[in-house]
């Protein structure tokens, strides 16, 4: 009896509702287009969440334990995506000029996607006033005790630590860590390699090394087309998890609220704005269908926070709906999570320093904005596309122009909810400079981008 007792019906009840809606899901893919059924999942995930809300989310436990386990495969695949797709892309130029071209475009329309970022963000902050009026948030500020400062200063990285994990110091350890800038390194170095023994000495000398990766690659484009089929089930239990904590502070501050709403605004106004000119100017596309065609991307970083979880689901729309082809595609995207992330390094850091100076009435000079910014572009140029990176970038920043840790320490709360809407600007961004990357190179295949989509099938 006391077991009958212990166990936790009302979650299994959840667990019972998830998978009769993944049936129905299912039943939906067939009949309809794939990107619908991703928004039918989400708002299924919604009110899951509302619905069943409760304390450290007892009730979805099941729910987010699926959720967990799609993130994880799907990150499982981040490191051999990366390395077999950039080595193939790049064996397959077989050009080392090519190569650099193709290099120094994506990192020249990363920053400025950044840089724009930075503009938004101060003429919004400027606008609204954002903060004045918000004292009451930083009341507390004395009594953010010192050890806990001390754990969250441990957090940030100074500039030269983050050059140096730029370069790899252990090719296993590396590719188990994720760490995506070393992993392209590794890519490039190795396919640099077979471009010169195969000029000097002739292919043949390596040529069974590119038909072995040819072969990985296709054996994992075929797992990754796989996880991609599993989206709509894992968005609706990533949504429910995230919709569920909505509410869950009930004591959060207006201006709180205020400060999560212009970070929405930004990074929407980024995506779709900014983006959006330059897709249809420099890209030559229609803005409409292109973010059409990467909405699965998009939703794969709102629900995950991962833009380094979310290097599959981008590739994969690039490939198939957007025609960018392989070497660009697999190369800018994977750089993408670690140069720029105008979400996180940007929009991000900026808000909160205009928040917190605007709220404890600090009056910063035109140099203090100029060198936040420049902070702000420095640190686009190498942070982590992972859950969390945020509180970290705006540690970093909030050190580099001498306003308090502490400041961050209370807005953390925030953190979790801001997220998604800054990976979603992150990805967003990564897949539209390999659109432009791809249209400069001369490579960029019309006629799959104006190709319609079949019902039931990827987007």
Excluded at 107 to 128: D, Q, R
Excluded at 176 to 191: C, E, F, L, S, Y
Excluded at 196 to 214: D, P, R
Aim: proline letters at 2%; one cysteine or more; hydrophobic letters at 55%.
């Amino acid at each position: 009896m006391d077991l009958l007792c212990s166990v936790n019906w009302i979650a299994l009840l959840v667990l019972a509702i998830t998978l009769l809606l993944f049936k129905v899901l299912n039943q939906l893919a067939m009949k309809i287009n794939w990107t619908f059924v991703v928004l039918i999942s989400m708002v299924m995930g919604a009110v899951i969440g509302l619905v069943f809300a409760s304390d450290n989310n007892s009730y979805l436990v099941w729910v987010d334990l699926i959720g967990d386990i799609y993130i994880n495969v799907i990150t499982a695949l981040v490191a051999p995506v990366i390395l077999i797709s950039i080595m193939s892309g790049f064996i397959s130029l077989n050009s080392k000029e090519k190569m650099k071209s193709i290099g120094l475009t994506s990192v020249l329309w990363l920053l400025a996607s950044s840089a724009a970022a930075i503009v938004l963000s101060y003429i919004f902050g400027a606008i609204t006033g954002l903060g004045k009026g918000a004292e009451a948030v930083f009341a507390d500020i004395a009594s953010v005790s010192d050890s806990t400062i001390s754990s969250y200063e441990e957090l940030a990285t100074s500039f030269d630590k983050v050059i140096l994990k730029f370069f790899p110091t252990n090719v296993i350890g590396d590719l188990a860590n994720d760490n995506v800038v070393a992993i392209i390194i590794i890519a490039i170095a190795v396919a640099v390699a077979y471009v010169g023994i195969s000029t000097e000495e002739g292919e043949e000398k390596v040529v069974a090394f590119k038909n072995l990766v040819e072969a990985l690659k296709n054996i994992i484009y075929r797992i990754l087309a796989f996880v991609i089929d599993l989206t709509p089930f894992a968005v609706l239990c990533l949504v429910a998890g995230s919709a569920s904590q909505i509410f869950e502070d009930k004591k959060s501050l207006v201006q709180l609220v205020l400060l999560v709403v212009m970070i929405y605004v930004v990074c929407l106004v980024h995506s779709y704005g900014f983006n959006a000119i330059i897709i249809k100017c420099v890209a030559k596309l229609s803005p409409l269908k292109f973010f059409k065609k990467i909405l699965p991307a998009q939703i794969t970083a709102f629900t995950t926070s991962s833009s380094v979880g979310s290097i599959p689901a981008s590739i994969e729309c690039q490939r198939k709906s957007v025609g960018i082809d392989e070497e660009i595609s697999n190369f800018t995207t994977s750089l993408g999570t670690t140069i720029g992330m105008p979400g996180c390094t940007c929009v991000w850091p900026i808000l909160l320093a205009i928040f917190y100076t605007n709220a404890m009435g600090i009056a910063w000079t035109v140099s203090d904005y100029v060198m936040l910014a420049v902070v702000c572009l420095i640190l686009s140029l190498g942070s982590a596309g992972v859950p969390g990176i945020g509180v970290v970038s705006a540690m970093a920043v909030f050190k580099a122009v001498n306003l308090p840790i502490a400041a961050i320490v209370l807005l953390v709360p925030i953190n979790n909810i801001s997220d998604m809407i800054r990976t979603f600007d992150n990805v967003t961004a990564g897949n539209v400079t390999a659109a432009i990357v791809a249209r400069k190179m001369g490579t960029l295949d019309d006629n799959i981008f104006n190709a319609e989509e079949k019902k039931g099938e990827n987007a």
